[in-house]
């Protein structure tokens, strides 16, 4: 009996594995006779290239200043900012002349929002919040899955702290 439920299932297994083998090339096939949708597997995202300075009131450049980025994710009726990791997987500061450059593989979205951070070693300034709207025309070279590459470049001009 045990030979036999072991034969059972490993036919079963055989004609399911070639049944959704032909399932997913028939769902792909790229030359249509009848002109339809072509159905695919696959996730949209899109690469993101941010330059930006980092300044004061006075527009001199403010070192080491971490940059994190957001992401604005849409359900139904509601929207939610998400962090995206840089691909570099450190984090983004800005150099000594205030500058810096965050790259992101993410998610298409149509806003991005861009936080500097005034850590320990200068703990002067407030920290600033930004919102990046992008549009379908923003994103460029894109194909299928791929939205596409988009490059921005912005200034964030941050207060200093009252300190009393």
């Known amino acids: ?17 070639g049944f959704l083998t032909l399932l997913g090339f028939a769902c792909s096939d790229e030359n249509r ?3 339809g949708t072509v159905e695919e597997y696959g996730t949209p995202y899109a690469t993101y290239e941010i330059k930006g300075k980092v300044i004061n009131e006075n527009e001199s450049p403010i070192p080491n200043i971490e940059i994190q980025s957001e ?3 849409r359900y139904s009726d509601t929207s939610i900012y998400k962090p995206i990791t840089p691909d570099s997987e450190k984090n983004v500061k800005t150099n000594q ?19 500097a951070i005034d850590g320990s070693s200068n703990n ?6 930004i919102k990046i709207g992008l549009k379908n025309e923003d994103y460029t070279g894109g194909n299928k899955w791929y939205k596409g590459a988009v490059k921005k470049d912005i200034t964030i001009k941050m207060k200093r702290k009252n300190n009393e």
Do not use: C, V
Request: aromatic content about 14%; hydrophobic content about 40%; charged content about 20%.
């Open 33 to 35: 006779e009848d002109g």
């Open 71 to 73: 992401s604005r994710m």
């Open 124 to 129: 002067s300034f407030l920290n600033d919040t």
């Open 97 to 115: 002349d205030g500058n810096f450059t965050a790259q992101y593989g993410a998610f298409p979205t149509d806003t991005i929002r861009i936080i």
């Open 1 to 17: 009996m045990k030979k036999f439920n072991n034969s059972i299932f490993k036919i079963t297994n055989w004609l399911l594995t």
